[in-house]
């Protein structure tokens, strides 16, 4: 077999010698003659494609700036009008679950008393969308801008907080719900905790640095049987999933207000209802049922006991959700940095007078004139508590809250909605 120098300078008989180091020194030119036009070649090859791809991204980047549920100029446009303030002294204010029950309403009262508005939702699909979409429908009447969007989005917080300065901010998305929280617990992480977290590193990034006023839930007091629940009450026997996920919800926004001076304060909502209510709870699949001629099922606690819960009207919620930012001391911090302490308050906010289920059945009965077909049945272990009970004492005192509507105006008022 021919060596490799054999190969590359083979001896033939006959034909004329060459000068062994003259062929090798001439080859080595050419070969490397050869591999400077391909390493030429081969760099022009790179930088075409790296241009190629350049545009490419810079070509996919502005579709996707100009196609995407956020961002472009007429969006930007859209959420700059939507925060103009329109009241001397007035709050630019950004609503998290914005087209949700007490997010649409909280939203509506900010609007029309002149404050700046712009809303955030997913339209997740928790309960029919649709309805969701016509809260976004009488807010978008109201021009109120509502974004399509999830809380943990980093990038689209970001990109709120840069196009608009940001007073206050209302977090009230979550997921709700103690019974599907066994169902789906990751969701309620997801929700209730992560996006937590994303909304406040965005707020305290921001300058200037917002209040915060976000939902905690009356859940948060568990297992205590201590009655009325106070805010100074301990709260860490938690029932269910959904309880223990606002439990660290406060946890988590007091560390927050301890290192970066956030402004954060918590109201503990007890069992709200009304017009555009969640079709989840009780008063409101027991009026569609009752209207089907369906049963509706009642659960009762230990001992035969009814449960109770203290039902309070959205029109009073709003009252102290607006209370509560009028009232809210500003952020101390600056670029993430605190410079002095920050307001931390937590607030009941209930009706104070807990009614028993049966009760609130034989109410709906009355507004529906009919009857309604009753399975009475023991509480299942699902998270469930037996009854709520407010103490607002401290929300009369520091926020003026006083709830105005029982329990049979505001079933009436919901019932007259229903029917429209």
């Known amino acids: 077999m021919p060596s490799l120098e054999e190969e590359l300078f ?3 008989p006959g034909k004329f010698k060459i000068d062994r180091a003259h062929a090798i020194n001439r080859q080595f030119n050419r070969c490397f003659a050869s591999t400077s036009t391909m390493f030429l070649w081969a760099l022009f090859l790179i930088a075409l494609t790296a241009s190629y791809l350049s545009f490419q991204s810079f070509v996919d980047s502005g579709s996707r700036y100009f196609s995407a549920s956020w961002g472009g100029i007429q969006w930007e446009k859209q959420v700059r009008n939507s925060a103009q303030i329109h009241r001397s002294g007035g709050m630019s204010v950004l609503v998290t679950g914005a087209a ?11 609007k029309r008393r002149g404050d700046g508005v712009v809303g955030l939702d997913n339209f997740n699909n928790y309960y029919d969308p649709s309805l969701k979409q016509a809260r976004k429908a009488l807010l978008n009447s109201h021009n109120v801008f509502i974004v399509e969007g999830d809380v943990n989005d980093a990038r689209l917080l970001a990109k709120l907080f840069d196009v608009v300065a940001f007073s206050h901010v209302m977090h009230l998305a979550a997921q709700a719900g103690v019974r599907y929280a066994m169902e789906n617990p990751h969701s309620y992480v997801h929700s209730n905790i992560a996006s937590l977290v994303t909304l406040l590193e965005a707020c305290k990034s921001a300058n200037p640095q917002p209040a915060i006023v976000w939902a905690s839930s009356s859940s948060v007091y568990g297992l205590n049987e201590k009655v009325p629940f106070s805010e100074s009450d301990q709260t860490d026997q938690p029932a269910s999933l959904y309880a223990a996920t606002k439990k660290a919800g406060e946890e988590i926004t007091h560390t927050y207000n301890h290192i970066y001076g956030l402004s954060v304060t918590g109201l503990r909502f007890f069992t709200v209802y009304g017009p555009w209510g969640r079709p989840d709870m009780a008063y409101f699949s027991f009026t569609r049922n009752i209207l089907q001629g369906k049963p509706i099922t009642i659960y009762r606690g230990k001992n035969g006991v009814d449960l109770a819960r203290d039902f309070t009207y959205i029109d009073d919620i709003v009252k102290g959700c607006v209370g509560s930012l009028d009232t809210a001391g500003k952020s101390t911090g600056s670029g993430g940095k605190k410079r002095g302490p920050a ?15 049966p009760t609130l059945v034989g109410i709906l009965e009355r507004h529906l004139k ?3 077909k009753k399975n009475v049945v023991d509480m299942p272990g699902n998270g469930d508590v037996p009854f709520t009970h407010a103490n607002i004492s401290l929300a009369r ?7 105005t509507t029982d329990l049979q105006t505001g ?7 229903g029917s429209l």
């Open 370 to 372: 009919m009857k309604a």
């Open 100 to 110: 949700g029950f007490v997010g649409s309403h909280v939203s509506l009262a900010l």
């Open 411 to 417: 079933l009436k008022k919901f019932v007259r909605w």
């Open 397 to 403: 005192r520091e926020l003026g809250y006083k709830p």
């Open 10 to 12: 083979p001896s033939t």
């Open 343 to 357: 307001p931390y308050r937590v607030y009941n906010l209930g009706n104070t007078s807990p009614v028993t289920v």
